[in-house]
């Protein structure tokens, strides 16, 4: 059976990688398999490694604190990516800015907690709940040399409730997330 083979790169806390686990790792779609063959972190002490642990995954840590440039720790991610044979690298709260050493050398998407464009960076969550906005939502995206800035792949957008609390409105986005974020997967490969 044809397969596909996935790389997924976090930094804490692993909830998506978990989704993408649970709902599409060693699965069948459309006639094609889908693996996740490796997992990078840049934090060794992050939750999402033991959760790629139950999967019988071992992660493999690139800590960015060890290298002096950005374009070093990228090219150190590009090197251990080339190992395997990826069809496709999936960035799931990887929370590092990348370089073109990585942009330009890796099919990559990302997944970004707002409705692109707006909202950019490492804060969405919070700078979306505090805008004045009457919807949230989660995007999905193609990782280009632009920061959150790729062609769009999936969005979902949720309605703001009255006096909705930001704990409610954080859950909202990481339930879409978890569904979003495989479902992409899916479309883009099989
Ligand atoms: C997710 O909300 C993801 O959208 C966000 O980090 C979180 C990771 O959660 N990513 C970004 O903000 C990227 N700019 P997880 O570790 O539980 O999957």
Known sequence: MPSKKIAVLFSGSGSNLEAILSKIHKKVFNGIKIEVVLCICNKP????????????????????????TREEFDNELVKEISKYDIDLVVLAGFMRILTPVFTDH????????????LFKG??????????????????????????????????????????????KWERKIHEIEHEILPLSIVKILS
Not at 106 to 117: E, G, K, T, Y
Not at 150 to 158: D, N, V
């Open 45 to 68: 002490d992050a939750f999402g490694i033991q959760r790629a642990e139950k999967y019988g995954l071992k992660t493999t840590i690139i800590q960015n604190k060890n290298f002096s």
């Open 106 to 117: 890796i099919r990559a998407i990302n997944l970004h907690p707002s409705l692109l464009p």
């Open 122 to 167: 490492s804060d969405a969550i919070k700078q979306s709940y505090e805008s004045d906005m009457k919807v949230g939502g989660v995007s999905v995206h193609w990782v280009s040399d632009e920061l959150d800035g790729g062609k769009l792949i999936m969005q979902r957008a949720f309605e703001r409730e009255d006096d909705m609390s930001f704990e």
